[in-house]
């Protein structure tokens, strides 16, 4: 798909100056652009870049000052990189505007759609299922019975949400994503044997959230596992039942959160932490990577480690295992000439 630089300068409110029709058809970084990409300078260091860059238009702010001439078109706005921003999310929303319905699908006679939908191939819709409007669902998906979609969602190809689902509205679930698997509940019969518990709950998500690639999220044993709104999950991410993630608390990728522990709004979980069971961690908290947590943690906490504690105990002792061989010498040093001492006392 083609745009003219006017075209895009209409949509930024910006300022052509150069050949308002000049086409791009697709993005490049600065020092990458060719001939038909558009692509945007904010950052000073990458001034040089302008001068050299192939590509068709460019995007400045208009406080720039041109040392000499350029080859792209140039559109000039208030912020370069907020106008390149909102230019992506445009260009996104065109590259995924699919609608109508693939074949081969399924969708059960009990089934409720919305207005403007998409349905992929090979896709699947259960009995009961209510969706909303707009909402996109990418082939191969499996949308289980009796599940919620609420408006302006996006499912990716290959996601599969088991029965009982409720999602709330613009949310997007990213490929290879598994919502309502059983949760990880076994009890050891009097043989030592190990027989499931039967999972019976659900999963809540709320308004725009996001969950990336690959991730799980369990149904609960009872009530429902919650992920509050504005939560942004990363790519696997492993949510055991019952667990609730409160308002827009962000999860980098790896994440493993054990059952029925409760996570506060606003907080900061870095890659691969681990989190046991059963525990409260309250609301704007940050948690470093590959950071464990064994126990419940206040409002406002940094912590690192594993197990984790505090932040500034964290870096004070890291200063003292980095040193603890010189400190380990000094001490043998120490104890030698206190040996030496009482040697010398006794004669």
Same mark, same amino acid.
């Given at each position: 798909?083609?745009?003219?630089? &006017?075209?895009?300068?209409?949509?930024?409110?910006?300022?052509?100056?150069?050949?308002?029709?000049?086409?791009?058809?697709?993005?490049?970084?600065?020092?990458? =652009?060719?001939?038909?990409?558009?692509?945007?300078?904010?950052?000073?260091?990458?001034?040089? *870049?302008?001068?050299?860059?192939?590509?068709?238009?460019?995007?400045?702010?208009?406080?720039?000052?041109?040392?000499?001439?350029?080859?792209?078109?140039?559109?000039?706005?208030?912020?370069? $990189?907020?106008?390149?921003?909102?230019?992506?999310?445009?260009?996104?929303?065109?590259?995924?505007?699919?609608?109508?319905?693939?074949?081969?699908?399924?969708?059960?006679?009990?089934?409720?759609?919305?207005?403007?939908?998409?349905? =992929?191939?090979?896709? $699947?819709?259960?009995?009961?299922? #209510?969706?909303?409007?707009? #909402?996109?669902?990418?082939?191969?998906? *499996?949308?289980?019975?009796?599940?919620?979609?609420?408006?302006?969602? #996006?499912?990716?190809?290959?996601?599969?949400?088991?029965?009982?689902?409720?999602?709330?509205?613009?949310?997007?679930?990213?490929?290879?994503?598994?919502?309502?698997?059983? =949760?990880?509940?076994?009890?050891?019969?009097?043989?030592?044997?190990?027989?499931?518990?039967? &999972?019976?709950?659900?999963?809540?998500?709320?308004?725009?959230?996001?969950?990336?690639?690959?991730?799980?999220?369990?149904?609960?044993?009872?009530?429902?596992?919650?992920?509050?709104?504005?939560?942004?999950?990363?790519? &696997?991410?492993?949510?055991?039942?019952?667990?609730?993630? =409160?308002?827009?608390?962000?999860?980098?990728?790896?994440?493993?959160?054990?059952?029925?522990?409760?996570?506060?709004?606003?907080?900061?979980?870095?890659?691969?932490?681990?989190?046991?069971?059963?525990?409260?961690?309250?609301?704007?908290?940050?948690?470093?990577?590959?950071?464990?947590?064994?126990?419940?943690?206040?409002? +406002?906490?940094?912590? +690192?480690?594993?197990?984790?504690?505090?932040?500034?105990?964290?870096?004070?002792?890291?200063? $003292?295992?980095?040193?603890?061989?010189?400190?380990?010498?000094?001490?043998?040093?120490?104890?030698?000439?206190?040996?030496?001492?009482?040697?010398?006392?006794?004669?």
């Amino acid at each position: 798909m083609k745009f003219t630089a &006017q075209q895009i300068a209409d949509i930024l409110e910006g300022e052509v100056e150069g050949n308002p029709n000049e086409e791009v058809s697709k993005l490049s970084k600065i020092e990458e =652009g060719e001939k038909g990409s558009l692509t945007f300078l904010s950052n000073p260091k990458y001034n040089t *870049y302008l001068y050299t860059t192939n590509a068709s238009v460019a995007i400045v702010n208009k406080s720039f000052l041109l040392e000499k001439k350029v080859t792209p078109t140039l559109i000039k706005v208030e912020d370069a $990189y907020k106008s390149f921003s909102k230019l992506l999310e445009f260009y996104n929303e065109v590259k995924n505007n699919k609608q109508g319905r693939e074949q081969p699908h399924y969708i059960s006679a009990s089934a409720k759609i919305g207005e403007n939908e998409y349905l =992929g191939a090979f896709s $699947y819709v259960g009995e009961n299922v #209510v969706i909303g409007d707009n #909402v996109k669902i990418y082939p191969n998906s *499996y949308i289980g019975d009796n599940t919620i979609i609420g408006d302006n969602c #996006v499912i990716f190809s290959g996601v599969k949400i088991y029965s009982e689902t409720q999602i709330g509205n613009n949310c997007k679930i990213h490929s290879g994503c598994i919502i309502g698997s059983d =949760g990880f509940g076994f009890a050891p019969n009097e043989k030592g044997e190990f027989t499931a518990i039967p &999972q019976i709950g659900n999963v809540i998500i709320e308004d725009n959230v996001d969950i990336g690639a690959a991730s799980t999220i369990d149904r609960a044993t009872l009530g429902s596992t919650i992920i509050r709104k504005g939560v942004k999950l990363d790519n &696997q991410i492993q949510i055991a039942h019952n667990v609730e993630i =409160g308002e827009n608390t962000v999860i980098a990728s790896q994440t493993g959160i054990a059952g029925s522990t409760k996570i506060g709004k606003n907080c900061m979980i870095g890659g691969q932490v681990g989190i046991v069971g059963h525990i409260k961690i309250g609301d704007n908290v940050k948690i470093l990577a590959q950071a464990g947590i064994s126990k419940n943690v206040k409002n +406002n906490e940094i912590l +690192n480690g594993s197990p984790a504690f505090k932040i500034q105990d964290f870096t004070k002792s890291y200063v $003292y295992f980095r040193n603890l061989p010189k400190i380990a010498s000094s001490l043998s040093k120490i104890e030698k000439e206190l040996q030496a001492q009482k040697i010398g006392n006794n004669e």
